[in-house]
Structures are given as C-alpha cells and as structure tokens.
Nanobody, 116 residues
Framework: QVQLVESGGGLVQAGGSLRLSCAAS????????MAWHRQAPGKQRELVAG?????TTDYQDSVKGRFTISRDKNTVYLQMNNLKPEDTAVYSC????????????WGQGTQVTVSS
C-alpha cells in the first residue's frame, strides 16, 4: 500500500501562487504516472495535470500556462500561478504503477481556496 502525504494548500488571493507537494512512501522504481486532480463542491473530480514516468506532461486546458507539474524521485509537485477563484477545490495527488491517471493511489486531499 502506497502512502501519500500532501502539503501546500491554503487560502490565496486571485493572482497569487501556491505550490502543492506530495510525497509517496513507495520506491520510485514502482511508480509510473503521477498526477493532481481536483474536485470543487457540486462538481465531479477532474484531472488537473499529470506526468508520466518519462516526464511527459498533460494539462487541463483551463490551467495551461498557469500550472506546472513536476516530479523528483518519489515526490510530485504542482506549482500554481495566477490563481483564479474558479481554481478553488480540494486537490488530491495520485500515483500509479501504470500510465493511467486514475488507477492507483490517492492522497487525502488539500484545500485550495482562491478569493476574488
């Protein structure tokens, strides 16, 4: 069982920045895809950004140019710049042993609130 520890959420004004971190307990040799998802109240969970084992990245259109996903060993980061009120959500990290961004292990979630 992979344990994920998230940090970095909080309250920020529109236009501000936050950096989320998520450290996985398992060896990097078994981790392939890493990602961040988010879920706003009353909405379905959605993929925000993902990064493959080879470093290929995918972004939701609404965050392109503002968010950057990166990874270092067993930790995945999400740098969020120029935050907007519509970015407010619970952000959860994900790691998996395959290329899927849905089948694997999830963090407990961290709240990001952007005030206007």
């Amino acid at each position: 069982q992979v344990q994920l520890v998230e940090s970095g959420g909080g309250l920020v004004q529109a236009g501000g920045s936050l950096r989320l971190s998520c450290a996985a307990s398992e060896s990097i040799f078994s981790i392939n895809a890493m990602a961040w998802h988010r879920q706003a109240p009353g909405k379905q969970r959605e993929l925000v950004a993902g990064i493959s084992g080879r470093g290929t990245t995918d972004y939701q259109d609404s965050v392109k140019g503002r968010f950057t996903i990166s990874r270092d060993k067993n930790t995945v980061y999400l740098q969020m710049n120029n935050l907007k009120p519509e970015d407010t959500a619970v952000y959860s990290c994900f790691v998996g042993r395959t290329s899927s961004y849905d089948l694997g292990y999830w963090g407990q979630g961290t709240q990001v609130t952007v005030s206007s």
